[in-house]
């Protein structure tokens, strides 16, 4: 089974400068998240998406951050424009959804990531 | 923000150790899970244990979970050099969708 495919790996702007980040999630899940992850951090959901519709995108800053799932199977994240603080990786998951509620719980599978570098 | 909190920071011991890592969280779950994250890469699922388990165990890995606590561990035993890695808790919450919550992780450095 192939794994959640992200690009680019690594990439170095600007500030002020945009950059878009492209994710494809295991092939049927129907949950895709992004995550910023600050060097020495944990991972910070940003947005949740289920299907094409977004779940919840209480974390992502709206001002300069976008996202957008269409045909609810690849994501885009765009940021623009980019400041120091962006400097992160950004991990893309998935998972199958599960039951709400109860104690079903799920697994969710991260891709690689994609550096972020800004300058 | 954050819900998991692990403990220690940082961990270092040798081959052949136990190592143990802790974490605590603050609100109701559905159920908590700990991942791996090798440097550079991304994070890799461990073991997910539901709030209505105590303990679960997975090849040399022992997950304990205590509700009343709010906290669980994550016991490592027989460590490997390869076992070197960032160790994340990760919380589901029980209303909503099954979004995780991740703590800021611990470092384990096995060495040689």
């Known amino acids: ?119 | 923000s954050q819900q998991g909190e692990e403990d220690p920071q940082a961990l270092s011991i040798q081959e052949g150790e136990n190592a143990t890592m802790n974490c605590s969280y603050k609100t109701s779950i559905n159920n908590l899970q700990w991942y791996r994250q090798n440097s550079g890469r991304g994070l890799v699922h461990l073991i997910l244990i539901r709030s209505n388990e105590r303990e679960k165990h997975s090849g040399r890995l022992r997950v304990t979970l205590d509700t009343s606590k709010k906290s669980s561990s994550l016991l490592i035993t027989a460590s490997r050099a390869a076992d070197t890695a960032s160790y994340f808790c990760a919380t589901a919450s029980i209303s909503g969708y099954s979004t995780l919550t991740f703590g800021k992780g611990t470092m384990l450095l096995v060495s040689p």
């Open chain 1, 1 to 119: 089974e192939a794994g959640v495919a992200q690009s680019p790996r690594y990439k170095i702007i600007e500030k002020r400068q945009s950059v878009a980040f492209w994710c494809n999630p295991i092939s049927g899940h129907a949950t895709l998240y992004w995550y910023q992850q600050i060097l020495g951090q944990g991972p910070k959901l940003l947005i949740q998406f289920q299907n094409n519709g977004v779940v919840d995108d209480s974390q992502l800053p709206k001002d300069r951050f976008s996202a957008e799932r269409l045909k609810g199977v690849d994501s885009t994240l765009k940021i623009q424009p980019a400041k120091l603080e962006d400097s992160a990786v950004y991990l893309c998951a998935s998972s199958h959804p599960s039951s709400l509620g109860g104690v079903s719980g799920n697994t969710i599978y991260f891709g690689e990531g994609s550096w972020l570098t800004v300058v």
